[in-house]
């Protein structure tokens, strides 16, 4: 019986064998796929100067038509400026004052400080063009309005932009910008 265990035992770990090697041989049906397409070789584009471009897609990349969606807005968007910030609001009232009593040196002083608090504050402008043109300055009087006025948020405010900017061009003599601003300010 010890022949027979022997053999038996020989013929399992055959047939073992045998089908170890026969299912890596085999192709799972599961794994079955379709062979991918080659990509369709692009021609090479050559420029005057040379120089070979060869174009690729990349495909992870794709163009899809998106729906914007814009929530409401109001009619008349107001940004910060800087206007609400009390330092300003401080030192555009020492502006105005210096301004009326003719102290322009300590006006303009005044606005430039309070400028680098409001950047984007037309008031800060209006003052500072307005000081050049009694400075005689009108090209930078009519710089500064033309600034102040891409800030300006009320109607007010452009009108006294604009205001600046015709004074300084008839001071220039600059026909264009005269009637510009004259238009300008019809409009308003």
């Given at each position: 019986?010890?022949?027979?265990?022997k053999?038996?035992?020989?013929?399992?770990?055959?047939?073992?064998?045998?089908?170890?090697?026969?299912?890596?041989?085999?192709?799972?049906p599961e794994?079955?796929?379709?062979?991918?397409p080659?990509?369709?070789?692009?021609?090479?584009?050559?420029t005057?100067?040379?120089?070979?471009?060869t174009?690729?897609?990349?495909e992870?990349?794709?163009?899809?038509?998106m729906?914007?969606?814009?929530?409401?807005?109001?009619?008349k968007?107001?940004?910060e400026?800087?206007?609400?910030?009390?330092?300003?609001?401080?030192?555009?009232?020492?502006?105005?004052?210096?301004?009326?009593?003719?102290?322009?040196?300590e006006?303009e002083?005044?606005?430039?400080?309070?400028?680098?608090l409001?950047?984007?504050s037309?008031e800060t402008?209006?003052?500072?063009?307005?000081?050049?043109n009694?400075?005689?300055?009108p090209a930078?009087?009519?710089?500064?309005?033309?600034?102040?006025?891409?800030?300006?948020?009320?109607?007010?405010?452009?009108?006294q932009?604009?205001?600046?900017?015709?004074?300084?061009?008839q001071?220039?003599k600059?026909?264009?910008?005269?009637?510009?601003?004259?238009?300008?300010?019809?409009g308003?």
């Open positions: 019986m010890n022949g027979q265990c053999r038996h035992k020989y013929g399992l770990i055959a047939l073992s064998l045998i089908g170890l090697a026969g299912c890596q041989s085999l192709p799972s794994g079955k796929q379709p062979p991918k080659a990509p369709a070789e692009k021609p090479d584009i050559k005057p100067s040379g120089v070979v471009i174009p690729y897609e990349r992870e990349i794709q163009r899809k038509k729906q914007v969606i814009v929530p409401e807005q109001h009619s968007q107001q940004f400026d800087g206007r609400q910030l009390p330092a300003f609001q401080k030192l555009m009232q020492k502006t105005q004052l210096a301004y009326k009593q003719g102290k322009w040196n006006a002083a005044a606005a430039l400080q309070a400028q680098r409001a950047p984007q037309a402008f209006l003052y500072l063009a307005l000081i050049a009694k400075n005689n300055q930078n009087a009519k710089a500064l309005a033309q600034r102040g006025l891409s800030y300006a948020q009320t109607n007010p405010m452009k009108k932009l604009w205001q600046v900017i015709l004074k300084a061009a001071q220039q600059d026909q264009k910008t005269i009637q510009q601003a004259q238009k300008a300010l019809k308003l």
